[in-house]
């Protein structure tokens, strides 16, 4: 059975509906925003972020790894050439690498990721895990978070621009990139998603999915907010 | 303790030792070469082989998927450039595709993979499943038949051309494409085995990975020999 216009708006309606879960809402990410965080708690911030940053290329290729549809595929790797790069200085890790680089740590200290936290490691953890154990159609429904993130990222750049001006300006380059490679990301996830998807049972999951990573995200800031609280 | 260069080099000789136990020498591949095998027979084949060719690119998104060293991914990923292509009409699947038209099979029943036997089946899913579970260097030794694809394919290439003129040469374009792919991916797998495996132990499951990847594509004729026997 073929759902109806409308039966579809209401499941990206639904799914739009979580960004009332998403971790730009998380008091560090408002605390962040509003300029209130000290030098140490941003750079406790950055370097557990990296553990994230660099398991998203592992994340993209398990779901390329579950997906039998060789269209879906050829689209969905260039999310692995945005973050890995093609040659040395390219690409989203290495963006992040120079944004530890301009808030004072240095690249051996992220790459060996001493100082990220359990909490962070196993929400990152349990993402990449979802990549691999679960449908692959799950799994970029879980992808969604990037419908929310570019308004995300222009608060964010905003506010680094404007609070933390010690920071180069140069260092916020993954930001930038992000607010373009996002919503290209996104639209591609929402298109795999509402094709797949056309069943209450199929779209409770994807729902599901999503709620999860929203999950892992708001995890990650609970587990730095704990860590950097008192590095002020 | 790094090993000396003879020890390498003895590793090395014991990797490419395997070649008496690489499908070249299965009774249905010296009939192939030897003009011996009939136009369903061919097709037979053909459409069984398309299973494999059909979950290379997820076989390398689980090595990729598993390995945490950026530029090794950097340089993996082109694999799956090569077989899913970048775009329509590209690719090593879609050229895999053309040669079962050249041999008279259409798309959809290749794609659909209806001819395609069990014990076909259970070895590409163990190959797969191999990349997916066990260490990611093991899974790049087990790529290692790639050192002795091109002496195959070259054989093939040239058996095609002289036993079955019934066969449009231009269908036989994957084989062409294999000839310059298989010896840059065959000499970048061996660089990361060498370097990664220094120890007897390591050494040893790069050896066992190779082996059981001999298994794989032995026991694809095995069964496919057994199947198209009969379709002279």
Redesign the interface.
Known sequence: MTPTATATDEFVAALREQSRRYHDQHPFSRRMNEGELGREQIRCWVANRFAYQ?AI???D??I?????D??V??RW?RR??DH?????GE?G?EAWLRLGEAVGLDREELEDQRHVVPGVRFAVDAY?TF??TRPWVEAVASSLTEVFAPDLMAERLAAFERHYTWIDPQGLAYFRARLTQAPRDSAHALEVVTEHCRTPETQAAALAALSFKCDVLWSMLDAIDRACADRR
């Open positions: 660099a290329p592992r994340k290729a398990a390329l790894a579950n997906c039998p060789r269209q595929r050829r790797i692995i050439h890995d790069g093609t040659a040395d690409g890790i990449v990549a691999r």
